[in-house]
């Protein structure tokens, strides 16, 4: 059973920088999608970030995020930079059991973790 645990979310004024973590177990991110979506209030979830062989970002965070795996450690990660407040969210890692080159849709993925919330401020 693969199961993730997402940390490093908070509270940050708008500018700020935060770093999300996604430890796995019971299988090495290196294999197929690693992804990262986020949810807002009343909102769907949307995609934000993959990484395979390569990365992939949304337009609104593109520039700003960078996701990247320590395989050693089995973590995947969410660098944030020049935070805005619609990044307000709270953000779900992901990952595949099964492969899917459809990286930017939620059904691609079968593994979610408990989410955290990132908040910024105006």
């Known amino acids: 059973q693969v199961v993730l645990v997402e940390s490093g979310g908070g509270l940050v004024q708008a500018g700020g920088s935060l770093r999300l973590s996604c430890a796995a177990s019971g299988r090495a991110v290196s294999s197929y999608f690693m992804g990262w979506f986020r949810q807002a209030p009343g909102k769907e979830r949307k995609f934000v970030a993959a990484i395979g062989r390569t990365v992939y970002y949304a337009d609104s965070v593109k520039g700003r995020f960078t996701i990247s795996r320590d395989n050693a450690k089995n973590t995947v990660y969410l660098q944030m930079n020049s935070l805005k407040p619609e990044d307000t969210a709270i953000y779900y890692c992901?990952?595949?059991?099964?492969?899917?080159?459809?990286?930017?849709?939620?059904?691609?993925?079968?593994?979610w973790g408990q989410g955290t919330q990132v908040t910024v401020s105006s």
């Open positions: 992901t990952g595949q059991t099964v492969y899917s080159t459809m990286y930017y849709y939620t059904s691609a993925y079968d593994v």
